[in-house]
């Protein structure tokens, strides 16, 4: 399963999969993803976390992984993966930069992910954040 929801509507986005991601799923969710960013109310600049710690298997044709970039990029947030495996964490990171050219960041929880962006966006605040 791939979902995409708001944690911080239209300020902070998660992207999660589970199992073996189908092709099909993942293009369902990144239409949703577009018409998520896509939306006038959104802040000018999102944050994305990933959360791929139950993932088995994700189809990645090379342009599917850049449609999964190119709509953060548009915003300008910070890409952050939640990786509980310190190897995974550093994989995800050399693979995001090398994809995306941006800011990336793994951590090991999603409260870990929220924590760091209250530090680096002040737009965020502890009322803000939603249960997960």
């Known amino acids: 399963m791939y979902q995409v929801t708001w944690i911080v ?11 073996d ?9 990144l239409s949703l993803k577009h018409v998520m960013l896509t939306d006038p109310t959104v802040a000018e600049r999102v944050h994305c976390l990933f ?6 298997r994700l189809p990645l044709a090379p342009a599917l992984r850049l449609k999964l970039n190119q709509s953060e990029e548009e915003h300008g947030g910070w890409t952050i993966h939640i990786q509980d495996n310190p190897l995974s964490r550093r994989l995800a990171d050399f693979t995001t930069r090398l994809i995306a050219g941006r800011s990336v960041k793994t ?4 409260d870990e992910a929220l924590a760091f962006l209250q530090t ?10 939603a249960t997960v």
């Open 51 to 56: 959360d791929y710690r139950q993932l088995k």
């Open 107 to 110: 951590v090991a929880s999603i």
């Open 21 to 29: 991601v189908t092709d099909g799923e993942l293009r369902s969710a």
């Open 120 to 129: 680096e966006d002040t737009s965020l605040s502890e009322t803000q954040k």
């Open 9 to 19: 509507r239209n300020k902070v986005m998660l992207v999660k999969a589970t199992g």
